[in-house]
């Protein structure tokens, strides 16, 4: 499939027309496949029908972008994701959709893995997270995944909608792409990976990458109460997890 036939399907869609992210990929060649982080990706691993001990060895990478769309009194309105694929996961979905055996994905087969990917990752928050003071963000869960298949590889894209407005020139917000039980890694390089849509020019991101030693050691300092033959608990678990993950923070300027 050509890129710009992808492009030019991709604006077809109400997410394709409105993200500038997606609409920026032709302009710099495509989004690229920069350092790749191992993860195991178990809401897609269930879309290809492993069985739960290969969640043991997972060879699935992801290269993740995202946007945080406001307007211009400075609320936080919505979150938008682009998750490029990498080629053997792409590749091995192809060999379970392509009902015709053309060698690639028609527009029906893309909306079929599309559905399946949105129910299958469903049960963990689609990985899409945004914090205000401590508090998480209600996130409305996305009507559908649009899916591309570009160079081999597949592109998932999709948009949640916050179900109230958050004012940032009161609190920042803090967005990122992880998940808590290790079973996915998001690989974000830079501040550029994170894009600001339709929010004042007064408004600032800045990007959090936690220390990997420092975080192990404080999470082992927390559970050192925990007996050798005691299993740690899920919810000390998902703490690692949390402070692993690299987060983007906005805020904006109150008018003057």
């Known amino acids: 499939m050509q890129r710009r036939d992808c492009h030019a399907r991709a604006a077809d869609s109400n997410f394709g027309h409105s993200s500038r992210l997606l609409q ?28 739960a001990a290969a969640f043991a060895h997972p060879h699935v990478f992801v290269e993740p972008h995202v946007e945080i769309v406001g307007n211009a009194a400075g609320e936080f309105t919505a979150l938008r994701n682009v998750w490029r694929m990498d080629e053997l996961f792409s590749s091995s979905v192809v060999v379970d959709f392509d009902k015709n055996a053309n060698g690639s994905l028609d527009p029906d087969e893309l909306d079929a893995v599309g559905e399946t990917v949105r129910q299958s990752i469903a049960e963990w928050g689609f990985y899409t997270f945004a914090e205000v003071d401590g508090r998480d963000v209600k996130l409305t869960p996305p009507d559908k995944i649009h899916t591309l298949f570009e160079d081999g ?30 079973f996915v890694a998001f690989d974000f390089k830079s501040a550029d990976d994170f894009q600001l849509i339709d929010l004042p020019a007064t408004c600032r991101k800045s990007l959090h990458v936690p220390d990997e ?44």
């Open 24 to 51: 920026g990929l032709e302009a710099v060649g495509g989004v690229a496949v920069g350092s790749r982080v191992l993860g195991c990706l178990v809401g897609f691993g269930s879309l290809l029908g492993l069985p």
């Open 153 to 182: 590889q597949l592109i998932f894209f999709f948009e949640m909608p916050v179900k109230e407005p958050v004012d940032l020139t009161r609190s920042p917000v803090k967005v990122s792409n992880f998940d808590d039980s290790f």
């Open 213 to 256: 030693d420092e975080a192990a050691k404080n999470w082992m300092n927390m559970i050192a109460g925990i007996g050798a033959d005691e299993e740690v608990p899920q919810d000390q678990a998902n703490v690692y997890a949390d402070v692993l993950a690299t987060r983007l923070e906005v805020s904006c300027a109150r008018p003057s």
